[in-house]
């Protein structure tokens, strides 16, 4: 089971970060993780993510340069870390998990086969 944290109201050009934590059995370790949003009345968008061990990590282009993704397999936790953040940045976040053991990033949410509920993010302009 995964849960995110963190959302929020942010002013525009401020940061802010998402923590996605795994509970019960399940261990973040054996998965490829992603961050995933959907503002409304538009389609679920990939964010971010990185592979089950953590030697790659894709980004969509509205996110490079401002969001990262990060893993403690120790604390069983995935953040991603937003900066820069922009009104259309407003959505709600949700953090996913991939039990294919692949080399590269899945940008597809159909590949994904646990999710959280999501975090709302709300920026300010």
């Known amino acids: 089971q995964l849960k995110e944290s963190g959302g929020g109201l942010v002013q525009a050009g401020g940061s802010l970060r998402l923590s996605c934590t795994a509970s019960?059995?399940?261990?973040?370790?054996?998965?490829?993780m992603a961050w995933f949003r959907q503002a409304p009345g538009k389609e679920r968008e990939f964010v971010g993510g990185?592979?089950?061990?953590?030697?790659?990590?894709e980004y969509a282009e509205f996110a490079k340069g401002r969001f990262t993704v990060s893993r403690d397999n120790i604390e069983n936790t995935v953040w991603l870390f937003m900066n820069s953040l922009k009104s259309e940045d407003t959505a709600v976040y949700s953090c996913a998990a991939d039990l294919g053991r692949r080399k590269y990033v899945n940008t597809s949410p159909a590949n994904y086969d646990s999710w959280g509920q999501g975090t709302q993010v709300i920026v300010s302009s």
């Open positions: 019960g059995r399940a261990f973040i370790s054996d998965y490829g």
């Open positions: 990185i592979n089950w061990e953590s030697r790659d990590t």
